[in-house]
């Protein structure tokens, strides 16, 4: 097998190319690294010696190839040669590859046994990984691409893994292609791209091979059927790879850094992280870094089984932290500790520390190292999803290392007031005192970052990415953290202060009158009562949503039952989950959706072809009724319940009636089956032409739901993730609300009622806008719940109603909001 040489300025960087090759491929390769000088030892530099030697050890019959950084680098490498020519046959190539995409694209080719010349070209062709990547690829050498093998045999597979063929799984990929007597080519007929030698990490990340793009395999030699089936099962196992929950939208970008502190008076731009306002004096986070004994206190067995010890008391500490935060928070929140569970047990970072620790390394320096190699690896990352993972990682291993040094102190702010820093790890935010902190201004990370998302749950006014430049604020400074526009005001002057003080302390009387009142009802001044239920995505959200005064559940997205699985939740499985919430909820009405999947949200077990536009395909009802098993089973479930509860089901995503006759249908035969009796059946308005067809729904249906997330999205065509046109979605928008105006009327004529369960149904000014136009019921996050009340009892219904003709004649959403605003209680 062809060895490999990294040669470098930096025995650090050497290393750490080594490990990485090693880690994507090359595992079985022999691969040396020679870095730095050796005298003085670690000196930055390059050694002719040290390079000699690291040929010698890496050399073999079928030859060595050397991959170099820059400068001297090039001239110590080729006297190196020179040496070793003179006294071996090895042959010696040295590579033009990039040092890093070579060294891992020339691992993975070795690894497979490929000889000398196959291994340097590929190196070669590394930098059309990267180039491709960004779009570039006709500046790039061409990747390997090869004709399909003659006479073999093929195989279809749709790429599961949520990064499609990237590095590792590519990587995997030739691993097992390695393993048999074949040739394997591979097209994205998605694309159309390839065929690519599956040989070939390079060729192979290259293609751009993305999730649900559908590869064909082709195979030929002796072991063709093997080496497919060996595919099949990668693919099937998702290339190796752990997927998450599906990315954020991406995060923002920190700021420029600033050079000195910021004057008084200057405005940081972040991005909003949590929404509302804090004020007080800036704070550092005081964290006594865990300290590491850097001498084995043991044997290599002694200090192995001393950082399995404090792995799993690092279990217990996440499982507590998990805890905690369901409770306050969520299920949705406390899943972030899930993924610390498992990076306690991954092998990126336990393989290199157990490596180090049977190299003579102490527990803790072997498991800080790895930490710091695996998040500096995050950080290099292109995606800003998977870059905010490093503080996952940096966590993780911060909790090893505390309880390998006898225990870390939590990290703690000493006087009330705006917590400052760099980034703050998930475990460092759930220990937050929202008492004490009373906001956040972080200088790095995204609104999508663990860390935000936590402080969110907990009610902490946040910005995030706000650059160094809030680093260089000194500590005690007035802040003003406003987390609904992003920015941080410095030391404003003293009038903007008080007026600022005046409005968060309105707000925060506001929010607390309005969650002393929740759990009555929302009548108006003139008698009238609406609905305000919650939207649930899990049954451990049930007791908050009741805490802030849900009259019932609106809108049960039953998603979270069917994702992440590889097989459908069967009708049993579902009977119970949705007992447990209709049972929580003790008699207060529950509307079950039923399954919105497809397109973007995918579901494992029901394979779709790729979609130019997935928001435009085959998703919600249209997914269910091409999967009529999948709905039965659903619909068992829901009746089963419904005979116990009062419980109604809606389909969503419905455009024309006769989608919902077809559901109704498949109801009505398992309901019959079951001998259950009817409950009531409604549709979600989500698709315009269904809002324009009410009044034809309303004599079939018994209730709508408006989703105006969707039919926002598709009024306006823009996509509903899209930061670019979040300028257009911004409700309430006098077209969404004509639609809105059509249900109604046409649910009237036929004395249906209508919901709706958008996020336009938690703002307060929208919320009696929709009241004003017929809307009976109001279903949102459970946050909102309190102050949607409170802004409903403080109107005479007709108000709204003459708000709500006028809003119809508007030209946007601001004017809306102005026209609005006069209802809403006074601050
Ligand atoms: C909507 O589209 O408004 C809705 C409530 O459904 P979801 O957000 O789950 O698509
Ligand atoms: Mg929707």
């Not at 527990?363 to 870059?387: F, N, T, V």
């Not at 219904?797 to 030209?811: G, K, S």
Request: glycine content about 10%; hydrophobic content about 50%.
């Amino acid at each position: 097998m062809v060895g490999l040489v990294v040669v470098s300025h930096s025995a650090a960087l050497a290393a750490g190319v080594v490990e990485l090759a090693r880690q994507m491929g090359g595992g079985q390769v022999a691969i040396e690294a020679a870095g730095g000088m050796a005298e003085p030892e670690g000196a930055i530099g390059t050694d002719v010696e040290l390079v000699r030697a690291a040929i010698e050890r890496a050399g073999g019959p079928d030859g060595v190839l050397v991959l170099m950084d820059l400068g001297s680098a090039l001239m110590s490498a080729e006297m190196a040669a020179e040496m070793i020519g003179a006294v071996s046959d090895v042959p010696v190539r040295l590579s033009e590859a990039p040092l890093v995409e070579g060294a891992v694209a020339a691992a993975a080719r070795a690894g497979a046994g490929a000889p000398l010349d196959e291994v340097a070209e590929e190196a070669r062709a590394a930098l059309g990984m990267k180039s491709a990547q960004l779009g570039v690829e006709e500046e790039a050498p061409a990747a390997a691409s090869a004709p399909a093998p003659p006479g073999g045999a093929e195989r279809r597979l749709r790429v599961p893994n949520r990064l499609g063929l990237h590095a590792r799984p590519a990587a995997r990929f030739v691993e097992t292609v390695a393993r048999f007597d074949a040739d394997v080519t591979v097209t994205d007929e998605t694309t159309g791209r390839g065929p690519a030698d599956g040989r070939s990490l390079s060729a192979l990340v290259t293609l751009g091979v993305r999730q649900r793009h559908d590869i064909l395999l082709s195979a030929g030699g002796p072991q063709a059927e093997a080496v497919l089936a060996a595919l099949d099962e990668l693919a099937q196992a998702n290339f190796g790879d752990e997927d998450g929950a599906p990315p954020p939208p991406a995060a923002a970008e920190p700021a420029a850094p600033a050079a000195g502190p910021p004057a008084p008076g200057a405005v940081l731009q972040g991005a909003p992280a949590a929404s509302g306002i804090a004020i007080g004096p800036a704070r550092a986070l005081h964290v006594a870094p865990p300290e590491v004994d850097e001498t084995p206190a043991g044997d290599p067995a002694a200090e192995a089984a001393r950082l399995d010890a404090a792995r799993a008391a690092a279990h217990k500490d996440v499982q507590a932290a998990r805890e905690r935060i369901a409770q306050q928070a969520g299920a949705a929140e406390a899943g972030i500790f899930d993924a610390h569970a498992l990076l306690l047990d991954d092998a990126a970072l336990l393989e290199p520390a157990r490596r180090a620790i049977s190299g003579g390394a102490s527990a803790g320096a072997a498991w800080r190292d790895a930490g710091a190699a695996a998040a500096d690896a995050y950080r290099a990352l292109d995606d800003p999803y998977l870059r905010e993972r490093a503080a996952d990682v940096e966590d993780v291993v911060g909790r090893v290392l505390g309880h390998l040094g006898g225990g870390a102190a939590p990290p703690r702010i000493d006087a009330p007031g705006v917590l400052v820093v760099e980034d703050l790890a998930p475990g460092e935010a759930a220990a937050l005192d929202a008492a004490v902190v009373r906001g956040l201004a972080v200088a790095r990370g995204g609104a999508t970052s663990h860390a935000a998302i936590l402080a969110r749950a907990l009610g902490i006014p946040s910005v995030v990415g706000l650059g160094d430049g809030i680093l260089a604020v000194e500590e005690g400074t007035p802040l003003v953290v406003d987390g609904d526009s992003g920015t941080v005001e410095v030391d404003p002057p003293a009038d903007a202060l008080a007026e600022r003080e005046r409005a968060r302390q309105a707000a925060e009387a506001r929010r607390a009158r309005a969650l002393a009142r929740a759990r009555e009802p929302a009548r108006t001044r003139d008698g009238v009562t609406l609905e305000v239920a919650a939207n649930l995505g899990a049954a451990a959200e049930v007791r908050g949503a009741l805490e802030h005064g849900a009259d019932g559940v609106g809108l049960l997205r039953t998603e979270f039952l069917f994702l992440d699985r590889d097989e459908a939740p069967t009708a049993a499985e579902q009977e119970a989950v949705y007992e447990e919430i209709a049972a929580a909820l003790d008699g207060r009405p529950l509307i079950v959706r039923t399954l919105d999947a497809g397109a973007d949200k995918p579901l494992p077990f029901v394979p779709q072809p790729p979609e130019d536009n997935p928001f435009l395909g085959v998703r919600g009802l249209r997914l269910s009724l091409a999967n009529p098993d999948l709905l039965r089973d659903q619909l068992r479930a829901i009746v089963a319940v419904a005979a116990r509860h009062p419980v109604k089901v809606m389909f969503p995503m419905v455009t024309v009636p006769a989608e919902f006759r077809a559901a109704r249908a498949l109801l009505e035969e398992v309901r019959r089956e079951a001998g259950a009796p009817e409950l009531e059946v409604g549709v979600m308005v989500e698709v315009p032409a269904l809002a324009l067809q009410a009044e034809r729904f309303a004599r079939e249906v018994d209730f709508f739901s408006v989703g105006t997330n969707d039919l926002t999205q598709y009024t306006a065509a823009a996509e509903r993730g899209s930061q670019q046109l979040a300028a257009l979605l911004a409700g309430p928008l006098p077209p969404v609300l004509a639609l809105i105006a059509s249900v109604t009327a046409g649910a009237d004529a036929h004395g249906r009622w209508v919901g709706v369960c958008g996020e336009l149904a938690g703002d307060p000014g929208a919320a009696l806008l929709l009241a004003g136009l017929g809307v009976r019921e109001l279903s949102m996050a459970p946050a909102r719940i309190p102050e949607v009340k409170e802004a409903l009892r403080g109107i005479e219904l007709a108000q709204a109603r003459e708000v709500a003709r006028r809003a119809l004649e508007l030209e946007d959403a601001d004017a809306v909001r102005e026209a609005v605003a006069p209802l809403l209680p006074a601050t």
